[in-house]
């Protein structure tokens, strides 16, 4: 079913790295937002001093509901959510600036939920100020399935050139693979296909990554290709999915950008932002499948090393932000 508003809330990210700098300068693109009807969750003050430092012109409006909200080029409209000081030092963690990043979320989520937006769209949060502001959450991904009630759900990553969608995400590698079971993988390769249908994909060509240098090498590098991925893919072909592997995961993300396949499920999280980001990082986009409502993200951090340098690329925003409003098109 489609929202009853084409509307999505950007929400500004941690005030202390990029986040605030790409959403200035993303709408200040009045030609971009023109067609893209959005608006920002977070700090009015930050982004007015972001404004200032960059020398843009972009007028930045204090919202007080959505129903507020009037998109138009030349103005950022803003949903206040908590207030940072002035004096916040930047590129550096800061417990005030990771509570405000949740405040943040946790609204864009509720109005999401009671339909006021079609969607989200994060700008780069940091786990190290999440942590900090004693928040029990470890990045976007959990907190958006824990206020939507949500159990069916992953992470896609994608470019131009490759998506991956990850069977696990934010936790150490020993525990992504005692998190790997059969109902796991399956739950995963049935939502890589759900959602590449609902983007025009007819058959997708799905790709498993195994989890062990070559693929396990038949038990010979461990079990968990064998006892686990292959019988998942063999239950997926069962229900007509066109899935394959487990693939070694040093090659099959080659044959995926050269093709082969659609989509690669990756088992763990850096075994699929890696190539992704390699095939390169200005066009991804971080996608939360399975939400009651579309949440997209740019494919990169906080950047703390180049915050206040205003040297910061808001490519990867503009294709997040680009994409949440084609999926609610679609």
Not at 98 to 109: L, V
Not at 212 to 237: M, S, T, V, W, Y
Not at 243 to 253: M, Q
Not at 320 to 330: G, K, M, P, S, V
Request: net charge negative; glycine share 10%; charged share 20%.
């Amino acid at each position: 079913m489609k929202p009853a508003t084409n509307l999505i809330a950007v929400t500004m990210g941690d005030a202390t790295g990029i986040g605030p700098e790409i959403v200035v300068k993303t709408f200040a693109d009045a030609e971009f937002i023109e067609s893209r009807p959005s608006f920002v969750v977070g700090d009015v003050g930050v982004l007015r001093r972001q404004v200032a430092a960059l020398g843009v012109r972009l007028d930045v409006v204090k919202v007080s509901e959505v129903t507020q909200v009037n998109p138009r080029p030349g103005v950022l409209e803003v949903l206040q959510s908590g207030t940072l000081p002035a004096d916040l030092p930047l590129g550096r963690i800061s417990a005030l600036a990771g509570k405000a990043a949740f405040d943040a979320i946790r609204t864009a989520i509720e109005l999401a939920m009671r339909g006021e937006i079609a969607g989200i769209c994060t700008a780069p949060i940091h786990k190290g100020a999440l942590f900090a502001a004693k928040v029990p959450y470890p990045g976007h991904t959990e907190m958006l399935a824990d206020f939507s009630a949500t159990r069916d759900y992953a992470m896609m990553l994608a470019t131009p050139a490759l998506r991956t969608i990850l069977v696990t995400v934010h936790c150490a590698l020993s525990e992504a693979i005692s998190r790997l079971s059969i109902e796991t993988e399956l739950r995963i390769i049935r939502l890589a296909h759900r959602t590449l249908r609902a983007l025009g994909i007819e058959q997708p060509r799905i790709a498993v990554a195994g989890l062990n240098p070559h693929a396990g090498e038949g038990g010979l590098f461990g079990r968990e290709d064998l006892d686990i991925i292959a019988p998942a893919i063999e239950a997926a072909r069962a229900e007509g999915i066109d899935a394959s592997g487990p693939w070694p995961g040093d090659t099959v993300f080659m044959n995926a950008r050269r093709g082969r396949f659609d989509i690669v499920v990756a088992q763990y999280h850096d075994q699929g932002l890696i190539p992704v980001k390699l095939a390169g990082i200005e066009d991804g986009v971080n996608i939360t499948l399975g939400l009651p409502f579309v949440r997209t993200s740019p494919d990169h951090g906080t950047a703390f090393d180049i915050a206040g340098h205003g040297i910061a690329d808001p490519a990867s925003l503009r294709v997040a932000l680009d994409t949440a409003h084609r999926f609610i098109r679609t």
